[in-house]
């Protein structure tokens, strides 16, 4: 995503894990 999102996207990704 853009790296305004990028702390929001890695949440993101942690959380599917």
């Given at each position: 995503?853009?790296?305004a ?12 894990l």
């Amino acid at each position: 995503g853009t790296l305004a999102a990028a702390s929001s996207e890695r949440l993101h990704l942690s959380l599917q894990l």
